[in-house]
Nanobody
Framework: QVQLVESGGGLVQAGGSLRLSCAASGGIFSIIDMGWYRQAPGKERELVARITTGGSTNYADSVKGRFTISGDNAKNTVYLQMNSLKPEDTAVYFC?????????????????WGQGTQVTVSS
């Protein structure tokens, strides 16, 4: 059973930095891509950043130049370095992955979510 385990959230002052980590484990045939979404109270969940195993990335306009996503393919882990944090970055951050799972010897693609980690930026 595939699991995504997140860590690194917390409380930080505006202008500060945090680093989120997400490790995928269990029954993985191959990983297609991993990324981070966030959801603030009363708002829809939105994409923050995404990275493929080939290293291609995309970012939400609101975080470009401040956040950096990176991955360690050997560890099935993705990181989100968040700098120059703003109060509007406050949200629950969710790790997400598209993963091929071995089913009877064949890969099938599934979508997985982590449990979420709270990031709070105080002004």
């Amino acid at each position: 059973q595939v699991q995504l385990v997140e860590s690194g959230g917390g409380l930080v002052q505006a202008g500060g930095s945090l680093r989120l980590s997400c490790a995928a484990s269990g029954g993985i045939f191959s990983i297609i891509d991993m990324g981070w979404y966030r959801q603030a109270p009363g708002k829809e969940r939105e994409l923050v950043a995404r990275i493929t195993t080939g290293g291609s990335t995309n970012y939400a306009d609101s975080v470009k130049g401040r956040f950096t996503i990176s991955g360690d393919n050997a560890k099935n882990t993705v990181y989100l370095q968040m700098n120059s944090l703003k109060p509007e970055d406050t949200a629950v951050y969710f790790c997400h992955a598209h993963i091929n799972v071995d089913v009877a010897g064949r890969p099938y693609e599934y979508s997985y979510w982590g449990q979420g980690t709270q990031v709070t930026v105080s002004s």
